[in-house]
């Protein structure tokens, strides 16, 4: 089914959520509503789910990828929800109404956080509302848990994109801002928490006689995000280009990191966590990574430092499903370093029994610090200044 298969290449692309909910399941709903789908994106930036299957999206994310550390963690207690009707549901049947619901008991729905977060009752409107559609407004149910959203002419491939505010109870153990990734996909918080119970999200389409409600759990994350909350990141690292093609799956916490922070002029440096695969599937399946493969404007300014094999090179690595934890390859990605400042990119690219993978990286080649490194609390200075000396 078209839909299907294009909500799973944009999850290949994106690795966000994307949650498809496909078909009515009534005989005399089935008439009517034929064709009937929707599908979400959940992610930090508005801006990136915007441009998914546009020619720009690859620089969107690069750029909208190179954020302060802090600032993201402000993102992910804020995400954005994409809300796209599939094009092949009927002419004349339009999405009334979108309810997700935190399953999870210490967090609920806010209304913002501080006053700049401009917050219409519960949600935040963006720019990117296709034409046609409005936002009629939002409520919150009295456990301030489900949220629903109402709408007009969200019809047939047309989309919107809204934030939510996830809020926790007053406790002084919880983390003030949390990530949406525990909020709603139920990430433990630490390896000795299992996961918890992931959001439901609930459709409800119209034809202006009849409706029909569709009701689908998010996708459960089940280990400890890499960043996140007060785990920050470090400065100098770039969080997440999420890619998760089909049975493989890069990591196991935030799928990839390959993009870089800035760097100085004249700088190497190397990822701490780069590139990583995991054949997902069961137990007994196996997955060759034969080699890789730098392509790319930059392609000769990256390289590997943990292997030996040179581009093209037998890498004889084969990963068995089951265990995708401890079967996982690591590619740790150093950028060479540029005489000038500006931004280079390069596709790291590893050819497997299960096709290309492709991973996009970039370093941000700068003369001086940008002013968002004002922004940085003490611990985050410090963390930059450590890292100065060892140079
Ligand atoms: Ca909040």
Redesign the pocket.
């Known amino acids: 089914m078209k839909t299907l298969h294009e909500t799973r290449l944009l999850r290949r692309l994106i690795g966000l959520i994307a949650v498809i909910c496909c078909g009515p399941a009534l005989d005399a709903e089935a008439e009517i509503l034929a064709g009937t789908a929707f599908s979400i994106d959940i992610g930090s930036s508005a801006r990136v789910l915007n441009a998914i299957g546009t020619p720009q999206y690859n620089d969107i994310l690069m750029s909208e990828s190179c954020d302060n550390p802090h600032l993201r963690v402000r993102k992910n207690?804020?995400p954005a929800i994409k809300v796209s009707v599939a094009d092949t549901t009927t002419a004349g049947v339009q999405l009334t109404s979108f309810s997700l619901a935190i399953n999870s008991d210490p967090y609920f729905f806010?209304t913002?956080?501080v006053a700049t977060?401009s917050f219409t009752d519960f949600i935040r409107k963006t720019t990117y509302i296709d034409a046609g559609v409005t936002i009629l407004g939002s409520t919150l149910s009295p456990d301030l848990q489900t949220l629903t959203v109402n709408f007009d002419g969200l019809t047939a491939g047309k989309s919107v994109i809204f934030n939510v505010?996830?809020?926790?109870v007053d406790d002084p153990s919880m983390f003030?801002?949390?990530d949406y990734r525990v909020v709603l996909n139920g990430a433990p918080v630490s390896a000795f928490d299992p996961p918890t119970a992931p959001a439901t999200i609930s459709g409800t389409f119209s034809d202006g006689l009849m409706e029909l409600s569709q009701s689908k759990d998010l996708d459960q994350q089940t280990t400890v995000p890499a960043y996140f909350n007060e785990h920050l990141r470090p400065y100098h690292t770039m969080d997440t280009i999420p890619v998760v093609p089909e049975g493989l799956e890069p990591g196991m916490n935030d799928p990839v990191k390959i993009n870089f922070e800035e760097v100085a002029v004249n700088e190497m440096t190397m990822l701490l966590q780069a590139a990583k695969i995991a054949n997902t599937g069961d137990t007994g399946t196996l997955v060759d990574v034969y080699s890789y493969m730098f392509t790319g404007a930059d392609a000769g300014l990256f390289k590997i430092k943990n292997r030996t094999e040179a581009p093209g090179e037998d890498l004889g690595i084969q990963l068995e499903g089951g265990s995708p934890t401890d079967m996982m390859a690591t590619f740790d990605l150093t950028f060479m370093g540029a005489g000038s400042p500006g931004m280079y990119s390069a596709n790291f690219v590893l050819k497997t029994s299960k096709g290309d993978m492709e991973f996009p990286m970039m370093a941000m080649v700068r003369e001086v610090p940008e002013p968002s490194t004002a922004l940085l609390t003490l611990a985050g200075v410090g963390v930059a200044a450590a890292w100065r000396r060892r140079r």
């Open positions: 207690n804020v806010g913002g956080d977060d505010d996830l809020d926790v003030l801002f949390p």
